[in-house]
């Protein structure tokens, strides 16, 4: 049975580059806002989820406060709530094995590793996740050093980048037509609130799309 | 402890309680599918947001700048299905590019 989590490691391999050199963009991005490389270092090791990361920087960036930062990378993650009661029945061996395994959940891992009608096979998940950590965290490490030695981050067009990157990363989630719609009037209302809010909270109140999950 | 520090560590909490809510504590247990439903929203409309606020957000205005060149390469790239760090050098360069000229 441990060759499944070999298969998890040779299905998540072509996704390692791609793990190194997100893990750096994160890396120069919290040097460039404030963030030393030992704090971005422990976050990637800790929430190992980029998404909620890049979305924590942006709003202390735009001069957000803390609890604005913190509120929507949490919201964001809140979907890892979701996908971890949801296969939890996966998940076996002692508390501290399913607490440490349980860490490996990343949108990735999650996606390579299912078996069918929701259900992942716990083996290919863990064997995809610890293939995927360290380039993760190492990637962070290079780009937090490699950030305190580039000049401007502007000048390099990092800004732009940004949100080319938070599409990106919307379009993986673009799975139906919900999400699709949920997407439209979560764009919407942060524009909408952009001239009138403080930074960060027209991202935090576009969660308040998801009320509209509620009805079915 | 500085801002940044807080940050790191509070997400970082949280997000580790949220990955072994259901293999540590609920075993077994699953969300009421009212709740998924809802939740399964929020990562788009949080990411739309991001992708709205990033691009043409300013200090309280709205600003339209070189920042939409590089969306606009990557919203090429994304869909020429290119590799997420392609997409990620194409919206600098055509970012750095229009605000050069």
Not at chain 1, 125 to 132: F, K, W
Request: aromatic share 6%; with cysteine; hydrophobic share 60%.
């Amino acid at each position: 049975m441990t060759s499944s989590y070999r298969e998890g490691a040779k299905r998540i391999a072509a996704l390692t580059p791609a793990a190194l050199s997100f893990g750096a963009a994160f890396g120069v991005l919290a040097a460039a806002n404030g963030m030393d490389a030992t704090a971005a270092t422990v976050m990637s090791a800790t929430t190992f989820a980029g998404a909620a990361q890049f979305a924590a920087i942006s709003v202390l960036h735009d001069g957000g406060t803390v609890a604005a930062a913190v509120a929507a990378a949490v919201l964001l993650n809140a979907r890892y709530l979701a996908i971890s009661l949801a296969i939890a029945p996966a998940f076996d061996g002692s508390r501290l094995r399913r607490f440490f395994e349980s860490q490996l959940i990343v949108d990735e891992s999650w996606a390579v590793s299912q078996a069918g009608r929701g259900r992942v096979d716990k083996r290919v998940l863990v064997g995809a996740g610890l293939v995927l950590y360290p380039f993760w965290v190492a990637g962070t490490v290079i780009g937090a050093v490699a950030g305190n030695v580039l000049a401007d981050p502007e000048a390099l067009g990092f800004d732009g980048a940004l949100p080319a990157l938070f599409l990106a990363l919307l379009v993986a989630q673009l799975v139906d037509r919900r999400t699709k719609i949920a997407a439209v009037m979560g764009g919407a209302i942060a524009l909408v609130l952009i001239p009138f809010t403080p930074a960060g909270f027209p991202v935090i109140a576009a969660s308040v799309v998801c009320l509209w999950g509620l009805k079915r | 402890m500085s801002d940044a520090w807080i940050v790191a560590v509070l997400v970082g909490a949280f997000t580790i309680a949220f990955k072994a809510a259901g293999p540590v504590l609920l075993g077994g247990r699953t969300l009421p599918a009212r709740l998924t439903g809802t939740v399964e929203l929020l990562a788009p409309a949080l990411l739309a947001a991001l992708v709205v606020t990033q691009a043409v957000g300013g200090n309280r205005e709205i600003v339209l700048d070189a920042r939409l060149a590089g969306v606009a390469a990557g919203a090429v790239a994304i869909w020429l299905k290119a590799p997420l760090i392609v997409v990620i050098v194409a919206a600098a360069l055509a970012t750095a590019l229009v605000r050069l000229v």
